[in-house]
């Protein structure tokens, strides 16, 4: 299996952009994470999936911020208009959800610049 | 509000020692506790996890202790190899299943040869 698959791997823009980044979760996963990656406050969780389905998205930080999940192989998160402050590594990561331990595996990340 | 504390940015270890990483938690609801290891332009890793019914899980050189009156949990590596210089997050959460994680911000380990 090639695993989560992210894409841009690294994206660069002007502030007002509109940016949208690319996950495929693993084959027969049926929850979706996005992460995001600051300095300021380490690894947070901004949306999540079961079987497609968004759970709690709680943690999006604005109404700039939206995601969809269209079918169990692909999911998007998109910022726009975007800002210097959205400046982050993105993280998509997937789960079977079997078993006790909850592993998540998580893609390579989106470094997102916004200029 | 951090649920889920690492209160050592970095660490500095001798090959061959031991390293600990230590992790504290405030949400009693936490039930899983799970380590990941992050290498530069990589996503994070799973490295070891542990239920809250248990106080110590063993894979290979890594262990896992978990002090749950404490609410405190600690990765401990021996021997270190300069291979395991990378930042590792602790991660908690409050079920199993398709649940997120809450991680805290970091260690970076620094395995010197």
């Known amino acids: 299996d090639a695993g989560v698959i992210q894409s841009p791997r690294h994206e660069v823009t002007e502030m007002g952009q509109e940016v949208t980044l690319r996950c495929k979760p693993i084959?027969?996963?049926?929850?979706l994470f996005w992460y995001r990656q600051t300095m300021m406050r380490g690894l947070e969780l901004l949306i999540y999936?079961?079987?497609?389905?968004?759970?709690?998205d709680s943690g999006m930080p604005e109404d700039r911020f939206s995601a969809k999940m269209p079918n169990a192989s692909f999911s998007t998160l998109k910022i726009q208009p975007s800002e210097p402050r959205d400046s982050a590594v993105y993280f998509c990561?997937?789960?079977?959800?079997?078993?006790?331990?909850?592993?998540?595996?998580f893609g390579p990340g989106t470094r997102l610049t916004v200029l | 509000d951090q649920q889920v504390k690492q209160n050592s940015p970095s660490l500095s270890v001798q090959e061959g020692r031991i390293s600990i990483l230590n992790c504290d938690y405030t949400?009693?609801?936490?039930?899983?506790f799970l380590w990941y290891k992050k290498y530069p332009a990589e996503g994070p890793t799973f490295l070891i996890s542990?239920?809250?019914?248990?106080d110590k899980n063993e894979d290979g050189r890594f262990t896992v202790f978990l002090n749950k009156s404490a609410k405190h949990l600690s990765l401990h590596i021996v021997p270190s190899q300069p291979g395991d210089s990378a930042v590792y997050f602790c991660?908690?959460?409050?079920?199993?299943?398709?649940?997120?994680?809450?991680f805290g911000k970091g260690t970076r380990l620094s395995v010197i040869a």
């Open positions: 084959s027969g996963h049926n929850s």
């Open positions: 990561a997937s789960s079977a959800g079997t078993g006790a331990y909850n592993e998540q595996f």
């Open positions: 991660a908690a959460s409050p079920a199993s299943g398709n649940t997120p994680l809450v």
């Open positions: 949400n009693s609801m936490f039930d899983y």
């Open positions: 999936f079961n079987n497609n389905v968004p759970i709690d």
């Open positions: 542990i239920s809250s019914i248990k």
